[in-house]
T-cell receptor
């Protein structure tokens, strides 16, 4: 059981370049989210999804796009990379239990992105 | 979403019990309290979740008083491997707020010999 898989683990981009951070989960979770974590800071929500075909913006969505065409995958696209987007990006997934209670998210190991 | 306040950092010696308190004065009726642990260079890991009174699992205990305006994560007999950042989150796990967790800066626990 792989859990939440993020690729790549490390990436260096030049300002203005675009790229897609991949996130896949094999737990059939409904909820998926993307966070960024800057040095010494907590995690900030970028975008989230409550199911295939449904996405919404989080706290810091500018400069990022997402789509959720399948339950398993939730890619994050950087449209035109900027140095301010240098951060560690975490993908997470979760699902309510039979009573509708969501007991916690499973996080991926992160993608460390540097924009120069 | 209820705002949480927790100490920025704590220090402990190995073998001691550590209690980390989180304040959440505007917690809503349907909100649960959830704690995550994050090691350096890793994603957060779910530790424990509760609504009221006391919850215990193999990792920690969570104490929630009757007014639910605060909660305390208790780590028994910590070891060096418990050095991490601990986050307290408050939200309704039954609704869409569960899909958008809000993390603060957490409490950085340093365990030494």
């Amino acid at each position: 059981n792989a859990g939440v898989t993020q690729t790549p683990k490390f990436q260096v981009l030049k300002t203005g370049q675009s790229m897609t951070l991949q996130c896949a989960q094999d737990m059939n979770h409904e909820y998926m989210s993307w966070y960024r974590q800057d040095p010494g800071m907590g995690l900030r929500l970028i975008h989230y999804s409550v199911g295939a075909g449904i996405t919404d913006q989080g706290e810091v969505p500018n400069g990022y796009n997402v789509s959720r065409s399948t339950t398993e995958d939730f890619p994050l696209r950087l449209l035109s990379a900027a140095p301010s987007q240098t951060s560690v990006y975490f993908c997470a997934s979760s699902s309510p239990d039979g009573q509708g209670v969501n007991y916690g998210y499973t996080f991926g190991s992160g993608t460390r992105l540097t924009v120069v | 979403l209820a705002k949480t306040t927790q100490p920025i950092s704590m220090d402990s010696y190995e073998g001691q019990e550590v209690n980390i308190t989180c304040s959440h004065n505007n917690i809503a009726t349907n909100d649960y309290i959830t704690w995550y642990q994050q090691f350096p260079s890793q994603g957060p890991r779910f530790i424990i979740q509760g609504y009221k009174t006391k919850v215990t699992n193999e990792v920690a205990s969570l104490f929630i008083p009757a007014d639910r305006k605060s909660s305390t994560l208790s780590l028994p007999r910590v070891s060096l491997s418990d050095t991490a950042v601990y986050y307290c989150l408050v939200g309704d796990p039954y609704t869409g707020t569960a899909s958008k967790l809000t993390f603060g800066t957490g409490t950085r626990l340093q365990v030494t010999l």
